[in-house]
T-cell receptor, first 111, second 113 residues
Framework: LAKTTQPISMDSYEGQEVNITCSHN???????ITWYQQFPSQGPRFIIQ???TKVTNEVASLFIPADRKSSTLSLPRVSLSDTAVYYCLVGADTGRRALTFGSGTRLQVQP | EPEVTQTPSHQVTQMGQEVILRCVPI?????FYWYRQILGQKVEFLVS????????KSEIFDDQFSVERPDGSNFTLKIRSTKLEDSAMYFC???????????FGPGTRLTVT
């Protein structure tokens, strides 16, 4: 599994766009990048997954440069309810499905 | 929107007792998982289950743990003889395909005294 590195914490204000970057220098050819969100005392929630370039859904966008050694989760116009821990996971889309969570990025949104 | 449910939400047990944690995965999902999260620590994979057998398990999932799908809807995790260090939030998850897109339940907080 590719090792990931992401900031321990970030602060933002309501209405701002938040970009959380994850480094995964040893990503393999068949690895996908997946982001999860976890609120306190709740289970993780799948946000978005991508392989290259850009993926967008109703919640977030995921930007992946051509070398795929990093990725950026973009949350448009955050609100207080976006305060959570965000995890970047990297792994192959075949075979082993055990999710390996790191420490994540704790996002605190202020009013 | 379909969701994974778990019962009980909180279980308190004495060391050495057996506990069974219950989960109802999303109905059309075929892959089931258990994870745990000790307070303040990372979410850790325990076991994955497909087609009525364990697909993969971590080193945490030792002989004290077992999983079962007793009927078409429930998925259970049994801990035979609980230890203090088993105190954690236990999350059940399910997925439609063999995928990184997994849907987690709200968790069961297990407290071993």
């Amino acid at each position: 599994l590719a090792k990931t590195t992401q900031p321990i914490s970030m602060d933002s204000y309501e209405g701002q766009e938040v970009n959380i970057t994850c480094s995964h220098n040893n990503i393999a050819t068949n690895d996908y990048i997946t982001w999860y969100q976890q609120f306190p005392s709740q289970g993780p929630r799948f946000i978005i997954q991508g392989y290259k370039t850009k993926v967008t859904n109703e919640v977030a966008s995921l930007f992946i440069p051509a070398d795929r050694k990093s990725s950026t989760l973009s949350l448009p116009r955050v609100s207080l309810s976006d305060t959570a821990v965000y995890y970047c996971l990297v792994g192959a889309d075949t075979g082993r499905r055990a999710l390996t969570f790191g420490s994540g990025t704790r996002l605190q949104v202020q009013p | 929107e379909p969701e994974v449910t778990q019962t009980p939400s909180h279980q308190v047990t004495q060391m050495g007792q057996e506990v069974i944690l219950r989960c109802v995965p999303i109905s059309n999902h075929l892959y089931f998982y258990w994870y745990r999260q000790i307070l303040g620590q990372k979410v850790e994979f325990l076991v994955s289950f497909y087609n009525n057998e364990i697909s993969e398990k971590s080193e945490i999932f030792d002989d004290q743990f077992s999983v079962e799908r007793p009927d078409g809807s429930n998925f259970t995790l049994k801990i035979r003889s609980t230890k203090l260090e088993d105190s954690a939030m236990y999350f059940c998850a399910s997925s439609e395909q063999d995928s990184y897109e997994q849907y987690f339940g709200p968790g069961t907080r297990l407290t071993v005294t």
